[in-house]
DNA sequence: AGGCTTTTGTGTTTTCTTTCACATGAGATT
DNA sequence: AATCTCATGTGAAAGAAAACACAAAAGCCT
């Protein structure tokens, strides 16, 4: 186990490993070797043992890795193994579509509120949730001990909704609105804009 | 201009310049330099000034760079200066989310085709467009040019889609099923799994 | 029991990406 | 016209990430 810093793009990783390996956890396959990851998720074996290495010697040689114990170890490692409260602010279709996480994965980060500005949203219902106005954003975010915030506003609200969730303590946003939000240091944004992603695809045609 | 390959990175960071440049443009903002782009994108002026050198000198020493300019540049970088219709498979709530994008964005890359394999939402409209059952992918991606796909089925009929498209001839595909397709090497896909994202997000809480 | 096969963990090398730092040129100012 | 200020484009340096390659260990086979 080293104590330097692991980069981002390791992080990336582990949450990928993390899935294909409870697909074959499913599947009731034991053991997996780095070469079987590495085949299946596009990425180099020495690359996959160097990742985990970082952590702690989770592998036996000649044999690869025992899948539960590792599912185990990227869990704890990942912080999935205590639970997260999630907020998410903007219950439009991609809200709606996000909430549905809830009800596919058993893990430890749970949506428990969401927010929306328009009237005739507020009260309605998505995935057992009643929507809340955003006006209690604050204060519910303090209350539930919520520790994550999913934005998925329109752009020109996102900066305000990031602006709060930061007074109410919030430590991580997932910003899904097209634009950079600022927040402090301390608070972790990942911003994940599709429409960048297909305009980066364009690049590609011939 | 260059001809050596362009890294994967400055291609990705070419849609965010793009998007901010539209801003700029819209609040009629004739100039910018760098350092400015680089304040509110949080990135190195020097890292911006060498993305855009890599495909033409396109800025004024001592002033910067021509805001409409710059936009009609890089939107022809990016091919986004001619039509590209897309195709959108999967047409639930993260479907119905992406559909949206056609009303927001005047921009070339369309949605032109909407499949799903459920019966019930076959015929139903969405944005304008009659949602087609997935037995029509193969023939209409042909019939309509569609050069683009966007997965949005459930994991598993994700790589079953992707086949389907590869077998019509697709170039590239934005996948948001939480699973890694595999398309011969000349088709280009772009991953977009907020679940990674998401569990990557929850390492950097305290 | 000894050799064979497999696959890990990692030191080393290579490749890729970012950042620094500065000469150069464009316009503004006096 | 000379000087000043600003911001580009880029060579060089630093830093980060990925890939190579191999010793070491674990189980299997004869």
Redesign the pocket.
């Known amino acids: 186990m080293?104590t330097y810093?692991i980069?981002?793009?390791?992080v990336k990783?582990l949450p990928i490993y993390l899935r294909f390996l409870n697909e074959l956890a499913f599947a009731d396959i034991q053991t997996?070797?780095?070469?079987?990851?590495g085949d299946k998720l596009d990425?180099?074996?020495?690359?996959?043992?160097?990742?985990?290495?970082?952590f702690?010697?989770?592998?036996?040689?000649?044999?690869?890795?025992d899948v539960g114990y590792l599912i185990e170890q990227i869990r704890h490692i990942l912080k999935l193994d205590t639970p997260i409260n999630v907020a998410l602010i903007g219950a439009g279709n991609l809200g709606h579509a996000l909430s549905n996480y809830n009800m596919y994965h058993r893990d430890s980060m749970r949506i428990v509120a969401v927010f929306d500005q328009v009237p005739e949203k507020v009260g309605q219902m998505i995935n057992n949730l009643e929507i809340l106005p955003t006006a209690q954003l604050i204060q519910k975010v303090r209350e539930l001990k919520i520790r994550v915030g999913i934005i998925t506003v329109p752009a020109i609200e996102a900066q305000n909704v990031a602006n709060q969730l930061v007074e109410a303590g919030i430590e991580a946003i997932l910003n899904f609105a097209p634009i950079i939000i600022k927040v402090p240091v301390k608070v972790r944004v990942h911003h994940a804009d599709f429409t960048t992603e297909l305009h980066s695809l364009a690049y590609y045609l011939d």
Chains 1, 2 share one sequence.
């Open positions: 080293k810093k980069s981002e793009a390791v990783r997996v070797s780095s070469k079987e990851l990425l180099n074996p020495a690359q996959i043992r160097k990742d985990l290495a970082h702690g010697d989770f592998g036996k040689k000649g044999i690869g890795y």
